[in-house]
C-alpha cells in the first residue's frame, strides 16, 4: 500500500487528549515535516525507539506556526496495530486543534482515511483475520456487557481458532480423497473413516451454532412486548421490570394509551421493554390509536409478555388478547396472584396456552419478576448457566457462512454414506471449505470487504 493515510482517531467534540494517526511508507517523512525540528539533520523520528512516546511540537509544514504541543507515539512495522509505521500525535482535544493538526498532516503528504480503512489494513497485513478485524466495531459499538465479552472472543481469535480446527479437518478428507483421483494407477482407496471425521466436524459446526440466538441477542438485544387488556397490571409489570415508575399506574382502566419503551440489561444482555394499550374495543379516539399501536408492536417483538389478572378469571377481552397473540413466542402472566380469591386456575392457563411456560406473579408483592427476567432470557437464547461462553458468532454474515457451510457437510457426507463417487464428494466439501474462507477472509470479495469496512468509523 502505497499511500500513508491520516486521521483523528478520538471522538468529535472537546476533551482533555485528542488523537491523530498516520499510517503507512511515508508516515516518517510526514512526521519529519510536521515536527518542530525534526528532521534526517537533526535527528529524525526514525531513530526513536518503537513504541515510545516523545514530546514535540506539531507545526504548519509551510508557514512553520506551531499549532499544539504533543505527545508522539511511534509504532514501528511490522508491530504496530495496522502492521505498517504508525505514528501518533496525542495532543489537546478541541475540535479546532485537532483538525489543524490533521490538515497539516495532510499538507504534508498524508492522505485522509477512509471508514475503517486502519483496520482494513491491519487485515490486508495480517495482523487479524476477517472475524477478528468485524470485532473491532462490535468492541466499539457494544452497549451490553454481553456483546463486549462476545467482541472480546472474536477480537482474541475464539472464532477464528474454532474455524481453522474444522477447516484442518475437512482438508485432511479432501486430501485423502483428492489421492484417489490423482492417482488411479497406484489404486488408493479413500481413508475409511473420512465419514467418521465429517461427522465430527458436523458436531462442531452445530454446536457453534446453538450459539448463534445468544450471539444476536448480546449484540442486538431482545424486543419484548408486554400486552393485555386493560387493567391487569401491565405498567406495574413494566415499572418492576426496569426498576422504576416511569409508566403512569392507576386503577382507572386504559391509562396507558401509548407505547413507551426502556431497556434494561439482564445477565449482560440487553432487553427493551414495551408497554402498551390495553386490548378492548373502545369509543375513545386516542385510547383507539394507542390499541392500534399495541398491535403493531406485537409483530415486532420477539417475546411477547402476556399478561392476566388472577382477580378477574378470562373476560371476553381477555379471549381477543388470546387470540391477537396466538401463534406468538410467549410468556404468560397471571398477575395478582396474591389475591385470596382467584378466579383463574392453572388449568384454565393451560387449556389455553398448552405449552408455554407460565409465571404466576405479584405486582404489589414483587413476586415473580427475576423468573420474568430469567424466563425472557431462555425463551431467546435457551441456556444461560454458561455465561454466553458458547456464544462466538460475531454477524449474520458469519452465521450464514456457518450455515452454509454445515449444509454442504451434510451434503457431503451422504455422498459418502451413498458410497458416491469422489468428484461428487469433493464438491460440496470444497464449497464447505469456501464458506469457511469466507469468515475469516481468506476467499472474500472486494465488494464485500467494502461493505464491511464502510460500517466503521474514521480513524478506526
Known sequence: MEDTIAAITTAYGEAAVGIVRISGPQAVKIADRVLKGRDESKQSVRHWPSHTLHLATVQDPQTKEAIDEVLVAVMWGPHSYTGEDVIEFQGHGGRLILREVLEAVLRAGARLAEPGEFTRRAFMNGRMDLAQ???????????????????????????????????????????????????????????????????????????????????????????????????????????????????????????????????????????????????????????????????????????????????????????????????????????????????????????????????????????????????????????????????????????????????ACRASLMAMEEQLPSEFVLIDLNEALESLGEITGESISDQVLDRIFSEFCIGK
Open 133 to 407: 478485524a468485524e470485532a473491532v466495531i462490535d468492541l466499539i459499538r457494544a452497549r451490553s456487557e454481553a456483546a463486549r465479552r462476545l467482541a472480546m472472543r472474536q477480537l482474541e481469535g475464539r472464532l477464528s481458532g474454532r474455524i481453522k480446527q474444522i477447516k484442518e479437518m475437512l482438508i485432511d478428507i479432501a486430501a485423502s480423497l483428492e489421492a484417489v483421483l490423482d492417482f488411479p494407477e497406484e489404486g488408493i482407496e479413500a481413508e475409511t473413516d473420512s465419514a467418521d471425521k465429517m461427522r465430527i466436524v458436523i458436531q462442531e459446526l452445530e454446536k457453534i451454532l446453538e450459539g448463534a440466538r445468544g450471539s444476536r441477542a448480546a449484540r442486538e438485544g431482545i424486543r419484548v412486548v408486554i400486552i393485555g387488556k386493560p387493567n391487569v397490571g401491565k405498567s406495574s409489570l413494566w415499572n418492576e421490570l426496569i426498576g422504576e415508575d416511569r409508566a403512569i399506574v392507576t386503577e382507572i382502566a386504559g391509562t396507558t394509551r401509548d407505547v413507551i419503551e426502556e431497556e434494561v440489561v439482564v445477565r449482560g444482555v440487553p432487553i427493551r421493554l414495551v408497554d402498551t394499550a390495553g386490548i378492548r374495543e373502545t369509543a375513545d379516539l386516542v385510547e383507539r390509536i394507542g390499541v392500534a399501536k399495541a398491535r403493531e408492536m406485537l409483530q415486532r417483538g420477539q417475546v411477547v409478555l402476556v399478561v392476566f389478572d388472577a382477580g378477574e378469571g378470562i373476560g371476553v377481552d381477555d379471549q381477543k388478547v388470546v387470540e391477537l397473540v396466538s401463534g406468538m413466542p410467549l410468556l404468560v402472566i397471571v398477575n395478582k396472584s396474591d389475591l385470596a380469591e382467584q378466579k383463574i386456575d392453572s388449568a384454565t392457563i393451560n387449556h389455553l396456552f398448552p405449552h408455554e411456560t407460565v409465571i404466576w406473579a405479584s405486582m404489589k408483592e414483587k413476586w415473580g419478576i427475576e423468573e420474568i427476567k430469567e424466563a425472557i432470557l431462555s425463551k431467546v437464547v435457551g441456556n444461560t448457566s454458561d455465561q454466553g461462553e458458547e456464544w462466538l458468532i460475531g454477524s449474520v454474515r458469519q452465521e450464514e457462512a456457518l450455515n452454509r457451510c454445515l449444509r
